[in-house]
Structure formats: structure tokens, C-alpha cells
């Protein structure tokens, strides 16, 4: 088990930036997977953006390009750098680590809290 920690959420206009930062309670070095999720009120929770141990990278379609998702070992944090953001990407942020996951199939174990990200138009 780890805990994690999401902090970094808040309100921004359209347009504008925000990271996400995700502290980890013990080593995530022998986690493969490391990812962002987020979920609106009343819908799925969804993949935003996961990265591996080897730093192979998926994102969805829907932040290509917009966001960029890192993690740092040495540190057990994983971070989600959000640029250009838009009013639809407001919703509350989940870290997430799956020891065995992979970009294709996260396999999630451990979740954080959440952190609300608003984005005013």
C-alpha cells in the first residue's frame, strides 16, 4: 500500500496553466505505473494521463499535446503539468499507482484523494 498526495489543484482561466503534484508516502520506484485520472460529478472516472518506471507515456485524446505527465523516483512524486487548458477539463484530479500496471492496462491499487481543478471561460 502507499498513500498519496495530490496537491496543486485550483481556479484558472481558460487558457491558462496549472501542475498537479503527487507525493507518495513510500518509494514508487518499484511501482510500474504512475497516473492522473479525473472524474465530474455523475460520470466515470477516466484516464488522463499514465507513465511507466521506463517513462513510456499514454494520454487521452482529449489533453494530447496539452498536458504532460513525469515522475520522479528519486523523490516518489509523479506531477501533471496542464497548459492551455479549457473550461471541459474542470474536474476533480486523481493521482493513481498500479505496482503492476502498464500504459495499457494501469491496473490501479492505490488512490489519492483528489484535488479540484476549475477552469473558468
Known amino acids: 500500500q502507499v498513500q498519496l498526495v495530490e496537491s496543486g489543484g485550483g481556479l484558472v482561466q481558460a487558457g491558462g496553466s496549472l501542475r498537479l503534484s503527487c507525493a507518495a508516502s513510500r518509494s514508487i520506484s518499484n511501482i510500474n505505473a504512475m497516473g492522473w485520472y479525473r472524474q465530474a460529478p455523475g460520470k466515470q472516472r477516466e484516464l488522463v494521463a499514465v507513465?511507466?518506471?521506463?517513462?513510456?507515456?499514454r494520454y487521452a485524446d482529449s489533453v494530447k499535446g496539452r498536458f504532460t505527465i513525469s515522475r520522479d523516483n528519486a523523490k516518489n512524486t509523479a506531477a501533471l503539468k496542464m497548459n492551455s487548458l479549457k473550461p471541459e477539463d474542470t474536474d476533480v484530479y486523481y493521482c493513481?499507482?498500479?505496482?503492476?500496471?502498464?500504459?495499457?492496462?494501469?491496473?490501479?491499487?492505490?488512490w489519492g484523494q483528489g484535488a479540484q481543478v476549475t477552469v473558468s471561460s
Open positions: 493513481a499507482a498500479g505496482r503492476y500496471g502498464s500504459t495499457e492496462s494501469p491496473n490501479i491499487d492505490n
Open positions: 507513465i511507466t518506471r521506463g517513462g513510456n507515456t
